[in-house]
Nanobody, 120 residues
Framework: QVQLVESGGGLVQPGGSLRLSCAAS????????MSWYRQAPGKERELVAT????????NYADSVKGRFTISRDNAKNTVYLQMNSLKPEDTAVYCC?????????????WGQGTQVTVSS
């Protein structure tokens, strides 16, 4: 059974930091690119950061560049999102996604999300 379980969300003041984790099970984690998405109330889902299966390449949304860092530990089947200098506009539900591109299709799995609230 495939599972992606996020943790680490919560309430933090502007300028603060949080570290999100996403623990994977039920599939070969090291074969999948991993991403963090977020969705704020009334807004579309936004891709925040992506890391390749080996961890060698990362990409970030312009809105989080220089503040967020995505990383992964394939031995622990876990992907992380370190979030620094948080702003109120970072408030959202953050979800992790696992994706593996096949020849004619793709496999994609989602976690249930963790709430991040940035407020004083």
């Amino acid at each position: 059974q495939v599972q992606l379980v996020e943790s680490g969300g919560g309430l933090v003041q502007p300028g603060g930091s949080l570290r999100l984790s996403c623990a994977a099970s039920g599939f070969l984690f090291s074969n999948y690119a991993m991403s963090w998405y977020r969705q704020a109330p009334g807004k579309e889902r936004e891709l925040v950061a992506t890391i390749t299966s080996s961890g060698g390449i990362t990409n970030y949304a312009d809105s989080v560049k220089g503040r967020f860092t995505i990383s992964r530990d394939n031995a622990k089947n876990t992907v992380y999102l370190q979030m620094n200098s948080l702003k109120p506009e970072d408030t959202a539900v953050y979800c992790c996604n696992a994706r593996r591109q096949l020849t004619y299709s793709a496999l994609s799995y989602w976690g249930q999300g963790t709430q991040v609230t940035v407020s004083s």
